[in-house]
Each structure stands twice: as C-alpha cells, then as structure tokens.
C-alpha cells in the first residue's frame, strides 16, 4: 500500500513539474509577443503616426489579436491556480507579461477608438456563466490542454473562431491552440 501511495505522489509530482514547464513556455512566448509588439510601436516616432497606424485595418487587427493573446495569459493565470501550479518563476513570468501589456495599453492611448474597443472586448463576459442550467450542463467540461482550463464556449472574437477544437482526442480553446501552434511549437500538447 505505502509502495502504491509513493508512486502515485511522484506520479502527480511529475504531472505538476510537467504542467509548470508547459505554462512557463507559454508565458515566455506571451511575453515574447508582447515585448516585440511593444518596441515596434515604440520605434514610432510621431503619437499621430502611431495614432494613424493603430487605427488602420491591420493595426486594429493586430491590436485585437494582442487583445486575445492577452486573453490566453489569463486563461493561463486561472490554469496554473487551479493547479496549484504557482511557483515563483511562474508568477514572476506572469507579472512580465502584465508589465509588457500595460506598456501596450499606453501606446493604445493613441488610439482612443481602438483602446475603448480593445478595452470592451476585453470586458465582454465569456459566456460562462448561464443561469439556465440543464442537467446535461451539469457535466464537467473538458480541460484545454493549453492553459489548463475548462473548455467552455468563447465570445465571438474576431477571427471567427469561438467553438472549442478538438485535436487527437483532447480539446482546447480556438485561441489557445492558435496561440501555442503559431508561437510555442507546431505540435499541440495533449489535454489531461
């Protein structure tokens, strides 16, 4: 019995080693986007040029897509509580990654139209709470196996993509998975 209860704590000690690697890699590449977005708008020299790009099409788009990556930290924030997962490397690469966000929201002063759309979408709810439950909704939703969270319908967010992917029997948040696969590696990690 003792030899069944060892195992079983290195096998969850591994788990959570495991677990706190695959957060760290994905807030590094968070704070990596952000880093980058953030010195090329810092190399804009004129607040009306930088005002001029953030409110053209692209710029909008890339503000918004920042806006999900964002999205994804904190989905990745709610992940590593609900793991237990909070070391201290952790919540310092977490901390980068708000430090280098707030640093793009001043670069979205420029833009005032496009930080207050930023700013809602940002706000919008996420559907998860419903207050007509049916029994069915009751079940335990399936966790991403990006950020480690509970997989429930996203807003519609501006790529389109708001229903949950399922990939080699796991399943992940469309932004979660986009974001691991264009920034993190090209092989998706699998659910738990």
Not at 32 to 49: R, T, Y
Not at 73 to 93: D, F, Q, V
Not at 176 to 189: G, K, Y
């Amino acid at each position: 019995m003792l030899k069944k209860l060892v195992t079983w704590r290195h096998q969850q000690s591994r788990l959570m080693n495991s677990e706190a690697a695959h957060l760290m890699r994905c807030l590094q590449q968070i704070h990596k986007v952000f880093s980058n977005a953030n010195e090329i708008l810092a190399g804009i020299s004129h607040p009306s040029v930088c005002s001029e790009v953030l409110l053209s099409a692209p710029g909008t788009a890339y503000i918004l897509g920042l806006s999900e990556v964002y999205r994804v930290s904190k989905r990745l924030e709610e992940g590593m509580k609900a793991r237990r997962a909070e070391s201290e490397a952790l919540l310092h690469c977490l901390r980068k990654v708000d430090l280098a966000w707030n640093n793009l929201l001043s670069f979205l002063a420029f833009g005032h139209s496009v930080f207050q759309m930023l700013n809602v979408n940002l706000l919008e709810p996420s559907g998860e709470s419903d207050s007509h439950l049916s029994a069915s909704d009751l079940a335990p939703e399936p966790i991403c196996g990006v950020c480690l969270t509970e997989v429930k319908r996203e807003p519609q967010v501006s790529s389109g993509n708001s229903g949950p992917v399922m990939y080699q029997g796991s399943c992940y948040h469309a932004s979660c998975a986009n974001f691991w696969l264009n920034c993190v590696d090209a092989t998706l990690p699998g659910g738990t």
